[in-house]
């Protein structure tokens, strides 16, 4: 009979270490970081750029073009 108290209480302790939570913990002060960085971020049309760069071959050419004039890649 205490021994089904002391496993029920082992287990009671196991599970309530796995679901405290750091709350300094690193990982989560990342992610929130990362979270806030992604949200903040604003679209940069090229449409207001006199010139853009080629991702492909770094050409750097006119934004009213459809497409890289040096390697044919599209924007």
Request: glycine residues 2%; contains cysteine; proline residues 5%.
């Amino acid at each position: 009979m205490i021994w089904a108290a002391v496993a029920i209480g082992l287990v009671l302790v196991v599970l309530y270490l796995r679901s405290r939570r750091d709350p300094y913990s690193l990982r989560d002060l990342e992610r929130l970081q990362n979270q806030l960085e992604f949200e903040s971020v604003e679209e940069i049309s090229t449409d207001e750029a006199d010139e853009v760069i080629c991702p492909n071959c770094f050409e750097a050419y006119e934004s009213n073009r459809p497409a890289c004039p040096r390697c044919g890649k599209l924007k």
